[in-house]
């Protein structure tokens, strides 16, 4: 759940301090902003902190159809937008202009001569598709403007552009095709049951439709379905023991077969090739114990570049489909991979890259000869980032004897003495902390001398489907534990100081830090929920209808009583009582996943207790703070905030 980059920074910021500013030399906060319980920030801080607010990245998109050139998104002014670069190390030129983010774009496949990207409004993810015409500058939309409408596959012969849409009725995501140059011929393809639908692609003769079905993180299927008429035949087996997963599908170059990623018979997922004839699985790397995340075919079909993820770090792979072997990869700099594309070339091969001290920017690598060329150099604020901390994993056993893992920012060595702790937590729940590039927050580490630990609780993805299934339903305490194994860590290493610690997290994160400053409010000093659910019941009434059924599958059915009655028993707003140590809640206005709601209902509660409750709402955002202008706001306040309460 990367992609990630723009969640993971979300749940690092937070606010609050104590102190009395005169209203001249502070940061006003945007009318757009609710402040409640946060005092002025001093204009000087925030210009000290500024260069960490500058850092841009930069991910791909796709490339052109007949030329070397790329379609891009990064920032320049407050949101992220489309830009062409049209050569290694190129200017980037920016193609649109919206006070919203831009989240993807894709070129007309045969000409290149227009692209369609997807555009939602305020953080609603109410998505739209716009054709833009490059000849002209011409923007069009191609949706109702309502719904919510994602993916999106082009047909071979580029007459034809399937994707998903909830427009019928907010809840089950319809298969629905259009011919751009036509938007009056948009009609809705194949009527489909739940929010987890999903094309792959067309078939080399673009007479089917590779279709996924997704239940949950441990359970999916395939279907074959005719692209005219949407008569739909199961390729995958239903009902037949262990739930299995399946994903990143594609149409091998003759249409005979399909190579996908699943966990069909392992423990991690595997790249597979599917005869369509007989169904027969073949497993193309049986020897690779962790996870594939990713592949892509290439155009002449006898290349799949893949990426696997091993502890975090991304490993490039290369495999021959001809001989059924992988084939010797360039090696490429430590990081995370998070797209991956082949030119039409079929040797030059896209993809983005970062790390720890490097911003996400695109490369591409000639297969052939091994040369990776930067097409990308996004700015660092003026900061040397090969200063920054890389991380170090670590492992603590938790109250069942399974181990579990976690990323260990250090400070430099300028800070003396025991360290104060902020403990992050990555949400999802199926979701990974990885070595991805901090951002702002490298101000916590290298400038505030704070210790950031990132654990992977029991739910995480990345080791294995068992690990995965670990805090399903009733077994969601044994996440809260394993941050109490955490705590249990950090009192054995003499650098960290266990008597100052912060926690905080995003989305789900956001729920385990209510979970515990609840539970284990004695072992921290104070804590940060962004966006989080405080109440797995209230959340799942009111969550999108769309994704409803699948975080069920996750959290437990609120509808059952017994299960109705555990939830409520563990929620964090029921024992907000206990919530005694300092609380800042973040919420976006136009949140679809976790409702408003979530938020207000649990500082409203732990107000009654007199516990310092500070609050920031953004009304133009949703499930995380996307608006430069907001985050900047989020970042002056989390640092007043552990001024004030975790380095005293």
Sequence with gaps: MKGLLGLVLSLLFAAGAT?????????????????????????????????????????FNNWHPMRREMLINTRFANTSQIHVVRFPGGDRTQLTFFKDSVEGATYQPTRGDYMIFSKGSGGNENYQNYRYDFATGAITLLTDGKSRNTGGVWSHSGDRFEYESTRRNGEDSDLWVVNPLDPKS???????????WGVYGFSPDDKQLLVGESISVNESYLWLMNSVTGDKTLITTRGSGEKVVYGAAQFSKDGNGIYAITD???????????????????????????????????????TIAFVTNEDGPSVLHLFDTAHGKELPAPKLPAGVISSLEWHRNNHDLAFALESARSLSDIYSIDVKTGKIERWTESETGGINTQNFSVPEVVRWKSFDGKMISGLYYKPPAKFSGKRPVLINIHGGPEGQSRPWFQAEGNYFIDELGIAVIQPNVRGSTGYGKTFVKLDDGFLREGSYKDIASLLDWIKTRPELDADRIMVNGGSYGGHMTLAVATFYA??????????????????LENTSAYRRDLRRVEYGDER???????????????????????LFVVQGGNDPRVPLSESEQIVRTVRKNGTPVWYLMAKDEGHGFAKKQNRDFQLYAVVMFMKEYLLK
């Excluded at 948009?186 to 929010?195: I, P, S, W």
């Excluded at 555990?566 to 024992?575: D, E, T, V």
Aim: one cysteine or more.
């Design 19 to 59: 102190g009395v500013v005169a209203q001249s030399d502070v940061v006003p906060p945007a009318d757009n902003l609710v402040v409640e319980g946060i005092p002025g920030i001093p204009a000087a801080m925030a210009e000290e902190i500024n260069r960490y607010t500058e850092f841009r990245s930069a991910g």
């Design 186 to 196: 948009d009609r809705m393809l194949a009527q489909m049951k739940g929010g987890g």
């Design 264 to 302: 069909r018979d392992s423990e991690f997922q595997r790249l597979a090739y599917i005869d369509l004839a007989t169904k027969k699985h073949t497993y193309l790397t049986p020897s690779i114990n962790w996870d594939i995340e990713f592949f892509a075919l290439s155009w002449d079909g006898k």
């Design 522 to 539: 004695d072992r921290i000093r104070c804590a940060e929920d962004a966006f989080g659910p405080s109440n797995f019941v209230t959340f």
């Design 560 to 582: 059952d009583p017994k299960m109705r009655e555990f939830l409520n028993r563990i929620a964090p707003l029921n024992n907000a009582a206990k919530i005694v140590k300092p």
